[in-house]
């Protein structure tokens, strides 16, 4: 059997992975391709809870998991799932997808069952949300969603720790609650979505009349919001130095466990709007000096 040139199914694949391990790389360890059972392994009993089929069992024992972030001592924290073809994602507890395969969403529905018995965040995600947010902004939609479950990960295990009960419940210079306090800095140090919108905010946001104001769409159009499947923001900037600019992201309304600290669906297409919005602002500032 000849030697495969590399790793991964297609170039998409291998660039994703490479952009997640640029993201995350030196505090968390990135595998590729492993097998599922090596990460989510319900034992007999729990087989029997989850109600699972012969059929479902054979092809758990199969098949694998595209990228997994571990922790230092190598316990699992997230499980991402790469979905080129189709530009799936995950909703309300099922997959979603551009284009409607019985037998994918077959299969991507019982890893998500597996995933949710455990509460394990397992995440879908197509090469649309693998890209840049600019030529210049090397940070992706996913960056965010998997910054946000590595902070909430570590925002659990620290508030239960002696130091943390025992610490004030406030913080002296910034006003914030000691939880308050936690979140701002877990969010910054492992989001890099959050940490470029609290850097603009520091850095920009001092000066007086500095704004921003968002609008909110729904796709398809609802009432019903278990029926919408993407949101968009458009954010509207002024800061008086540079003057105004505004830009638009539309992302799935994804869902998925760990995610505690996110403040709803809209909160990443919002800072990746209000981050957009700043750099056209700042790019045609420049242009014109």
């Known amino acids: 059997m000849p030697v495969r040139k590399n790793a991964f199914a297609n170039q998409y694949e291998r660039e994703s992975f490479y952009k997640l391990f640029s993201a995350f790389g030196n505090d968390w360890r990135i595998y590729h391709n492993l097998p599922f059972l090596n ?8 087989r029997q809870l989850l109600g699972l089929t012969n059929e479902e069992w054979d092809y758990l024992l199969k098949t694998s998991v595209d990228f997994v972030v571990y922790d230092g001592s190598d316990q699992p924290v997230a499980c991402i799932e790469f979905d080129a073809l189709r530009q799936g994602f995950c909703l309300d507890g099922k997959y979603e997808s551009l284009i409607s395969d019985e037998r994918r969403e077959w299969k991507m529905n019982l890893k998500i069952k597996i995933a949710e ?3 394990f965040p397992f995440f879908i995600a197509g090469s649309d949300l693998f890209k840049n947010l600019s030529d210049q902004l090397k940070i992706t939609f996913v960056d965010g969603v998997i910054g946000n479950i590595l902070a ?6 620290i508030i239960q720790s002696e130091a943390f009960k025992q610490a004030p419940a ?8 000691k939880f ?3 979140e701002y800095d877990l969010k910054r ?3 890099p979505i959050y940490r470029k919108w609290s850097e603009i905010i520091d850095r920009y946001y001092n ?10 769409y729904h796709f398809p159009s609802s009432s019903d919001f278990s029926e919408v499947t ?15 600019s505004e830009a638009m992201v539309w992302m799935p309304r994804y869902s998925v466990r760990g995610d505690s600290l996110s403040s709803g669906h809209s909160d990443l297409p919002e800072r990746m709007s209000f981050i957009l919005a700043v750099e056209n602002l700042l790019k045609r500032a420049s242009s014109l000096s």
Do not use: M, W
Request: glycine share 8%.
């Open 189 to 191: 140090r492992h989001n």
């Open 170 to 177: 406030f913080n002296d210079e910034s006003g914030l609650s």
């Open 117 to 119: 018995f455990f509460d």
């Open 152 to 157: 909430s990960s570590e925002f659990k295990k």
């Open 207 to 216: 000066e007086s009349g500095a704004t921003s104001h968002y609008t909110h």
């Open 39 to 46: 990460v989510l392994e319900p034992n007999q009993n729990e």
């Open 230 to 244: 993407h949101v968009g923001v458009k954010c509207s900037v002024r800061i008086p130095s540079y003057g105004n």
């Open 180 to 182: 308050e306090a936690l």
